[in-house]
Nanobody, 115 residues
């Protein structure tokens, strides 16, 4: 059973930056597509960014140009660098690992953008 542990969330002012980390264990990390999702109160969970095993990336339109996703296969870790944060980025951010029918989630980390 795969395990994902997120860290790096917190409170930040509008325009600020945060970097989220997701450490994976008990999976063959290099073959998984890794993703970050978020869920705001009263809204559905949505994809923020994803990175495939060969490094191809995809982003939600709302974060393009502000967020980047990267992975360190030596550390079994995926990162989400979030810049120019807006109040509407406030949500619980979840890490996801997906390969064929296998799909794992982290416990989530809260990101709050507020002055």
């Amino acid at each position: 059973q795969g395990q994902l542990v997120e860290s790096g969330g917190g409170l930040v002012q509008p325009g600020g930056s945060l970097r989220l980390s997701c450490a994976a264990s008990r999976i063959t990390f290099t073959i998984y597509t890794m993703g970050w999702y978020r869920q705001a109160p009263g809204k559905q969970r949505e994809l923020v960014a994803a990175i495939t095993s060969d490094g191809n990336t995809d982003f939600a339109d709302s974060v393009k140009g502000r967020f980047t996703i990267s992975r360190d296969n030596a550390k079994n870790t995926v990162y989400l660098q979030m810049n120019s944060l807006k109040p509407e980025d406030t949500a619980v951010y979840y890490c996801n690992a997906r390969w064929k029918s296998l799909n794992y989630w982290g416990q989530g980390t809260q990101v709050t953008v507020s002055s």
